[in-house]
């Protein structure tokens, strides 16, 4: 932990002991949808090789924060209703067709 802020606030070294004790996988979105599904894939399908796990972490980390994903990622459509089920996704998956009917 930095001993100071950017703009020089002092952190004492009790409040980020503090800080870091209450830190959990529960308080960070992108950290419950990680961990939702990679024990999915590793409980269900024995793990994931390299390739689908670099999509994961792009996608993933999307998924609290946007409102609508365009997807061509068999994979992806596969673990979006895991991670549902964490209530923290705010995107919607929609079709690439559907996307450019908008334009």
């Given at each position: 932990?930095?001993?100071?802020?950017?703009?020089?606030?002092?952190?004492?070294?009790?409040?980020?002991?503090?800080?870091?004790?209450?830190?959990?996988?529960?308080?960070?979105?992108?950290?419950v949808?990680?961990?939702?599904?990679?024990?999915?894939?590793?409980?269900?399908?024995?793990?994931?090789?390299?390739?689908?796990?670099?999509?994961?972490?792009?996608?993933?980390?999307?998924?609290?924060?946007?409102?609508?994903?365009?997807?061509?990622d068999?994979?992806?459509h596969?673990?979006?209703?895991v991670?549902?089920?964490?209530g923290?996704?705010?995107?919607?998956?929609?079709?690439?067709d559907?996307?450019?009917?908008?334009?």
């Amino acid at each position: 932990m930095p001993k100071s802020t950017p703009t020089g606030l002092e952190v004492p070294r009790e409040i980020a002991a503090e800080y870091i004790e209450r830190g959990t996988i529960d308080s960070v979105p992108t950290l419950v949808l990680e961990t939702a599904i990679s024990d999915h894939e590793w409980n269900v399908q024995g793990g994931a090789d390299r390739n689908t796990l670099i999509d994961k972490f792009h996608l993933i980390s999307a998924l609290p924060y946007v409102d609508e994903i365009v997807p061509d990622d068999k994979f992806f459509h596969r673990l979006y209703p895991v991670a549902q089920k964490t209530g923290y996704v705010r995107a919607k998956l929609i079709g690439f067709d559907e996307f450019l009917k908008r334009f």
